[in-house]
T-cell receptor, first 115, second 115 residues
Framework: AQKVTQAQTEISVVEKEDVTLDCVYE???????LFWYKQPPSGELVFLIR??????QNEISGRYSWNFQKSTSSFNFTITASQVVDSAVYFC????????????FGTGTSLTVIP | DAGVTQSPTHLIKTRGQQVTLRCSPK?????VSWYQQALGQGPQFIFQ???????QRGNFPDRFSGHQFPNYSSELNVNALLLGDSALYLC??????????????FGEGSWLTVV
């Protein structure tokens, strides 16, 4: 079974629009960690954020915000006032206390911001 | 402060051959993980090395092996290459061993094409 599901394969938005990338996860561990990474065409995955399972506080960093809801097992990522530089593939990932530092990644969402 | 560095960046191998990929972790990091990312997919965990030992392994055959050196750098070896091994191989490093909450930082990867 897929531990991390990113149902949106591709999204296109016009510059300055807001966009939300969905992430749904599945785990039986009570302690776990959720991550978002950005992958530009160069290939390197760039770390964006980490949340632990005990901290449901939403987080905002500039134009980026994250909504963590344990009740729906979701960890969604919103970009406000999108820019062309936001175009990339975004991955959500999960690590579980019972599985050490092994990351389970979703299949990614390819975001294209049109100028 | 150097990030994670990988070599080579691109290589082409023939089916049945063997390949060795190399990784130097980010300064201050002692743990190295390897991931395979097929085209259009999320990264898949291969294994993780800490204190020169393989600590965890994903669902990959024994053809995939690795090594970690005393300076924390690492190698990934793949024997008897198959066409399906064509992928981007990503190295990631982290501090503090195999704790699930560690953030892992990626290199730009090695693109392997098997023909």
């Amino acid at each position: 079974a897929q531990k991390v599901t990113q149902a949106q394969t591709e999204i296109s938005v016009v510059e300055k629009e807001d966009v939300t990338l969905d992430c749904v996860y599945e785990t039986r561990d009570t302690t776990y960690y959720l991550f978002w990474y950005k992958q530009p065409p160069s290939g390197e995955l760039v770390f964006l954020i980490r949340r632990n399972s005990f901290d449901e506080q939403n987080e905002i960093s500039g134009r980026y915000s994250w909504n963590f809801q344990k009740s729906t097992s979701s960890f969604n990522f919103t970009i406000t006032a999108s820019q062309v530089v936001d175009s990339a593939v975004y991955f959500c990932a999960l690590s579980e206390e019972g599985n050490g530092n092994q990351f389970y990644f979703g299949t990614g969402t390819s975001l294209t911001v049109i100028p | 402060d150097a990030g994670v560095t990988q070599s080579p960046t691109h290589l082409i191998k023939t089916r049945g051959q063997q390949v060795t990929l190399r990784c130097s972790p980010k300064s201050g990091h002692d743990t190295v993980s390897w991931y395979q990312q097929a085209l259009g997919q999320g990264p898949q965990f291969i294994f993780q090395y800490y204190e020169e030992e393989e600590r965890q392994r994903g669902n990959f055959p024994d053809r995939f092996s690795g090594h970690q050196f005393p300076n924390y750098s690492s190698e990934l070896n793949v024997n008897a290459l198959l066409l399906g091994d064509s992928a981007l191989y990503l190295c990631a490093s982290s501090p503090r061993g195999t704790w699930a909450g560690n953030t892992i930082y990626f290199g730009e990867g090695s693109w392997l094409t098997v023909v």
